[in-house]
């Protein structure tokens, strides 16, 4: 989450300067100050952040009012509330002021009331406001004030939702930006609602498709290792001290847990070491890029990956073609928010130069890039030559949300009854071992 820090210096003149910065702590928007200061010849005075403050005032009929205001230093809140009539208010800094990031849902349900209430005709700063008094998370409800006293100043809404986009989301603030300069604001929220809807629904099914039977065969690794490593041998060394011998799969299972008990580290590290440098790699670039590239391959849930990025990409497409300036805006935000890197970097490094430098024109563009499949760049070129894109690429949005969504859901399915085989198979096998162990009997006495 980023923060507002007011830097004021002087100038060689002797002329007072003040601005604003968002940074996310104050060492990063020193060495933005800084950068400027050196820039332009200016000696800087004070960084001060805006930090949340809380006060308490006592009406003159004895009730007591609690409140809280954002503010640089405790002088401005102090003033405010003395331009109010409330002179005697007792100030003080919160103890813990950690801004955190609104729940998507939070994000998603004032986009779709915001799109309910401009279909009612409602203006838009009485939306901000109303939805602003009525919001429960303190980080959306200061935003939302925010934009609502940056819009009546004059600003644009592209400038003042870009600076809210670690709140909103890169693309949902772009977008929301986008519609206060369209014809049809409402229009733009439902299409920004929608791609918000199915990006949750895109998330959610690659967790039940990929992380969850992954965490799921994780766990039960490592309670088999436990269980072999720990309390097997427990049980089965107690038979050895009274000179028992032991059956075939126990003595098999209680050498198996010898070895891995003195050798558990360095298998421990050949599975987890790789498996960081693997994480930490794909925060990389090249690394964002790799993974994406590779997951559209994987069996059975590649393609639907892939296509679930197409109806992303193609959504978001449909729903800003209108109102951007041109196409290279749209492929632009576009290929940023279908959320996978391979799609971005064939788009921005080989179609947008193709189309700029080379006039190619977009649906051959696209093809050079080969993030596309065939199907998706046939109906693009039914749609340039109807002339209508447009249609084209909500057709291609829809067919694939609806072909994902059932895919899906049988994929999931079908991926939870193996998880469910492959857990009784292990739990099968633990009791036949342990089932032996139970059925081991004492030497008779003279034998």
């Given at each position: 989450?980023?923060?507002?820090?007011?830097?004021?210096?002087?100038?060689?003149?002797?002329?007072?300067?003040?601005?604003?910065?968002?940074a996310s702590?104050?060492r990063?928007?020193?060495?933005?100050?800084?950068?400027?200061?050196?820039?332009?010849?200016?000696?800087?005075?004070?960084?001060?952040?805006?930090s949340?403050?809380?006060?308490?005032?006592?009406?003159?009929?004895?009730?007591?009012?609690?409140?809280?205001?954002?503010?640089?230093?405790?002088?401005?809140?102090?003033?405010?509330?003395?331009n109010?009539?409330?002179k005697?208010?007792?100030?003080?800094k919160?103890?813990?002021?950690?801004?955190?990031?609104?729940?998507?849902s939070?994000?998603?349900?004032?986009?779709?009331?915001?799109?309910?209430?401009l279909?009612?005709?409602?203006?838009?700063?009485?939306?901000?406001?109303?939805?602003a008094?009525?919001?429960?998370?303190?980080?959306?409800?200061?935003?939302?004030?925010?934009?609502?006293?940056?819009?009546?100043?004059?600003?644009?809404?592209?400038?003042?939702?870009?600076?809210?986009?670690?709140?909103?989301?890169?693309?949902?603030?772009?977008?929301?930006?986008l519609?206060?300069?369209?014809?049809?604001?409402?229009?733009?929220?439902?299409?920004?609602?929608?791609?918000?809807?199915?990006?949750?629904e895109y998330?959610?099914?690659?967790?039940?498709?990929?992380?969850?039977?992954?965490?799921?065969?994780?766990?039960?690794?490592?309670a088999?290792?436990?269980?072999?490593?720990?309390v097997?041998?427990?049980?089965?060394k107690?038979?050895?001290?009274?000179?028992?011998?032991?059956?075939?799969?126990?003595?098999?299972?209680?050498?198996?847990?010898?070895?891995?008990?003195?050798?558990?580290?360095?298998?421990?590290?050949?599975?987890?070491i790789p498996?960081i440098?693997?994480?930490l790699?794909?925060?990389?670039?090249?690394?964002?890029?790799?993974?994406?590239?590779?997951?559209?391959?994987?069996?059975v849930?590649?393609?639907?990956?892939?296509?679930s990025?197409i109806?992303?990409?193609?959504?978001?497409?449909?729903?800003?073609?209108?109102?951007?300036?041109?196409?290279i805006?749209?492929?632009?935000a576009?290929?940023?928010?279908?959320?996978?890197?391979?799609?971005?970097?064939?788009?921005?490094?080989?179609?947008?130069?193709?189309?700029?430098?080379?006039?190619?024109?977009?649906?051959?563009?696209?093809e050079?890039?080969?993030?596309?499949n065939?199907?998706?760049?046939?109906?693009?070129?039914?749609?340039?030559?109807?002339?209508?894109?447009?249609?084209?690429?909500?057709?291609?949005?829809?067919f694939y949300?609806?072909?994902?969504?059932y895919k899906?859901?049988?994929?999931?399915?079908?991926?939870?009854?193996?998880?469910?085989?492959?857990?009784?198979?292990?739990?099968?096998?633990?009791?036949?071992?342990?089932?032996?162990?139970?059925?081991?009997?004492?030497?008779?006495?003279?034998?």
């Amino acid at each position: 989450m980023q923060y507002e820090f007011r830097y004021q210096g002087i100038t060689t003149q002797g002329k007072g300067i003040q601005g604003i910065v968002l940074a996310s702590n104050k060492r990063m928007a020193k060495k933005v100050i800084d950068n400027f200061a050196k820039k332009h010849s200016i000696r800087i005075n004070s960084i001060l952040k805006k930090s949340l403050f809380l006060y308490n005032i006592k009406l003159p009929n004895g009730k007591k009012v609690k409140g809280r205001q954002f503010a640089y230093t405790k002088g401005e809140v102090s003033r405010a509330l003395a331009n109010m009539g409330y002179k005697n208010a007792k100030i003080e800094k919160a103890i813990i002021d950690i801004k955190m990031k609104p729940p998507y849902s939070s994000i998603l349900m004032f986009v779709n009331l915001s799109s309910f209430l401009l279909k009612e005709k409602m203006s838009y700063d009485k939306i901000l406001r109303m939805l602003a008094d009525e919001e429960t998370n303190l980080t959306l409800k200061e935003t939302l004030k925010k934009i609502e006293s940056e819009l009546k100043k004059g600003k644009e809404g592209t400038e003042v939702f870009a600076k809210h986009q670690d709140v909103f989301g890169k693309f949902p603030a772009y977008m929301l930006g986008l519609a206060t300069k369209s014809g049809n604001m409402a229009e733009v929220y439902d299409a920004t609602a929608k791609f918000m809807e199915r990006e949750m629904e895109y998330k959610k099914s690659l967790r039940q498709a990929l992380m969850m039977p992954a965490f799921t065969v994780l766990a039960m690794f490592g309670a088999v290792m436990y269980y072999v490593i720990k309390v097997f041998p427990d049980t089965a060394k107690m038979f050895l001290k009274f000179g028992i011998d032991l059956p075939p799969m126990t003595a098999a299972t209680l050498n198996i847990s010898d070895y891995l008990a003195m050798n558990w580290w360095w298998i421990v590290s050949i599975i987890v070491i790789p498996i960081i440098l693997a994480a930490l790699w794909w925060r990389t670039p090249k690394g964002m890029v790799w993974r994406d590239k590779n997951m559209i391959k994987l069996p059975v849930v590649g393609h639907l990956i892939h296509k679930s990025s197409i109806e992303i990409f193609f959504r978001v497409f449909s729903a800003i073609y209108a109102g951007a300036e041109n196409n290279i805006e749209t492929l632009q935000a576009s290929s940023e928010a279908c959320r996978n890197k391979y799609i971005e970097k064939g788009i921005k490094e080989i179609t947008i130069p193709l189309m700029l430098k080379d006039g190619m024109s977009l649906v051959p563009a696209l093809e050079k890039a080969d993030v596309f499949n065939q199907s998706t760049l046939s109906r693009l070129t039914t749609g340039t030559e109807s002339g209508n894109i447009l249609q084209s690429a909500q057709q291609i949005a829809t067919f694939y949300e609806k072909e994902t969504t059932y895919k899906m859901e049988n994929i999931i399915q079908s991926i939870q009854v193996f998880i469910g085989i492959f857990i009784a198979i292990v739990i099968t096998a633990l009791t036949v071992v342990s089932s032996e162990v139970a059925m081991i009997s004492p030497n008779t006495p003279g034998m």
